[in-house]
């Protein structure tokens, strides 16, 4: 079996515990205002490797990965579920820590295939990097052009079965950096028992370059980028509403 794979980055540090083989998946159904990564949305795009040769690139710098792993990335892993259960599972079979950072936006608990391949990728998944865009519904999908109810849902389904998460939110200026709406994120936060990690990021226009290049406008022109002041601010937010739950 071969995925469809945009790139590699041999030695990631910002995309799970310690130094990472980082596997960029191509496809995404999401389209975010603020994607740093607009060359992998096309589905069916990309160059086909196959897991033997993704372990190969992650073996050739082994000593680096100690305290490391593989971590699938995108684009949306998701949306090629069976390749990449096919490569976390042979990647735990030599030891290597797997990591998921997903929207979890194609998860869906009422369609018995997709439910039941989800539950087996968990069994070969260490960490979960889960994105959750927006708390409230609409204005997630006026923000990536879908509702977030498969995002919420996915989130519970890894609390459930117990694996690690971290949550990951990135705040754009008056787009996902209401309080109300932060407090209401984490109070969902708050009811979720395997969440590790809570990551609050600031918002940056690193990737415009990239929708010039493609011949896309770019949705967000003119935003500013958020200040790290901000984010701290955000996370302090999220961080009463978790607490609202937990005490």
């Given amino acids: 079996m071969n995925g469809y794979i945009r790139q590699t ?9 310690g130094i990472r083989l980082v596997v960029f998946f191509q496809g995404c159904p999401l ?13 069916g795009d990309g160059t086909e490797m196959s897991a033997e040769e993704i372990l190969e690139l992650y073996n050739k ?8 792993g593989i971590t699938a990335t995108g684009g949306e892993p998701l949306l090629q579920i069976d390749f990449l259960t096919e490569l976390f599972q042979k990647a735990k079979k030599t030891g290597i820590h797997t ?15 997709n439910l039941q391949k989800t539950e087996k990728l968990l069994k070969f998944t260490d960490l ?18 879908m509702s977030n109810e498969n ?22 200026p008056n787009w996902t950096d209401e309080a109300e709406d932060l407090r209401a994120l984490g109070r969902f936060i708050g009811g979720l028992k395997s969440v590790k990690t809570l990551d609050v990021l600031p918002y940056h226009t690193l990737g415009v370059h990239k929708y010039a290049e493609l011949g896309i406008s770019y949705p967000l022109d003119g935003v500013p980028q958020t200040s790290q002041e901000a984010a701290i601010k955000a996370k302090e937010q999220i961080l009463k509403g978790i607490k609202e739950i937990r005490v």
């Fill in 128 to 145: 979960v990097m889960l994105d959750i865009k927006h708390i409230d519904p609409e204005k997630h999908k006026a923000l990536t052009g």
């Fill in 9 to 17: 980055e041999s030695f990631g540090t910002v995309d799970g515990p």
């Fill in 31 to 43: 389209r975010c205002k603020f994607c740093h990564n607009p060359e992998t949305w096309k589905i």
């Fill in 151 to 172: 995002v919420l849902d996915f989130a519970k389904f890894v609390s459930e079965k117990g694996v690690k998460m971290t949550i990951r939110h990135v705040v754009v």
């Fill in 99 to 113: 990591c998921l950072d997903t929207s979890g936006i194609v998860f869906n608990r009422f369609n018995s295939e």
């Fill in 61 to 68: 710098n082994k000593a680096f990965y100690s305290k490391g």
